[in-house]
């Protein structure tokens, strides 16, 4: 059973179109995260849900939206898709906040074209 | 703001040799520092933790090693065998909660 689950794998799209991502956890972990990781290998954060409760939203534009319908969920919606956005989007899970090992997911690779 | 670096030319090592790893960072105090190693098209797997109040940390054939004052940790792979060859990534963690820094991570290559 795969620990830490994101749909799609591959997402190729328009600028300007709308898309989701989902994140399934089976871990029973409290914590969730999106990370967003760039062509340069960097990996940064962008949220982090406890219990459902957004706790970090780190100058992310407000065109991407979370929704986390419950604690082994968490959704990332993105509105007007822009050329900056394709990279490669990771969920990871934790036990719960902080000083944990983060589980990631096998990422969801975006091309925005 | 703070800076992580990781050397971001790739490390070629001999198979069997140690292989040794830097991650330096700036403008922060971690109170946790975590190692990572992704493979490609894949998400990062953990591989070891290290408090701020420890020096030392190993597991089997890794040891992490952590000084607060030249802040930087150093990660190292002792017999290294081509299958280590992948990207190790560095990751501090402060004292507000859920929030890691990564740095971008180094690429090992070890030859047989």
């Known amino acids: 059973d795969t620990a830490v689950s994101q749909t799609p794998k591959y997402l190729v799209t328009q600028m300007g179109n709308d898309k989701s991502i989902k994140c399934e956890q089976n871990?029973?972990?409290?914590?969730m995260y999106w990370y967003k990781q760039d062509s340069k290998k960097f990996l940064k954060i962008m949220f982090s849900y406890n219990n459902k409760e957004l706790i970090i939203n780190e100058t992310v534009p407000n065109r991407f939206s979370p929704k986390s319908p419950d604690k082994a969920h968490l959704n990332l919606h993105i509105n007007s898709l822009e050329l900056g956005d394709s990279a490669v989007y990771f969920c990871?899970?934790?036990?719960?906040?902080?000083?944990?090992?983060?589980?990631f997911g096998p990422g969801t690779r975006l091309l925005v074209l | 703001s703070q800076k992580i670096e990781q050397n971001s030319e790739a490390l070629n090592i001999q198979e069997g040799k140690t292989a040794t790893l830097t991650c330096n960072y700036t403008n922060y105090s971690p109170a946790y520092l975590q190692w990572y190693r992704q493979d490609p098209g894949r998400g990062p797997v953990f591989l070891l933790l290290i408090r701020e109040n420890e020096k030392e940390k190993r597991k089997e054939r890794l040891k992490v090693t952590f000084d607060t004052t030249l802040k930087q940790s150093l990660f190292h792979i002792t017999a290294s065998q081509p299958a280590d060859s992948a990207t190790y990534l560095c990751a501090l963690e402060g004292y507000n909660f859920n929030k890691f820094y990564f740095g971008s991570g180094t690429k090992l290559n070890v030859k047989p």
């Open positions: 990871a899970s934790e036990v719960a906040g902080g000083r944990e090992t983060q589980y």
């Open positions: 871990l029973g972990h409290d914590t």
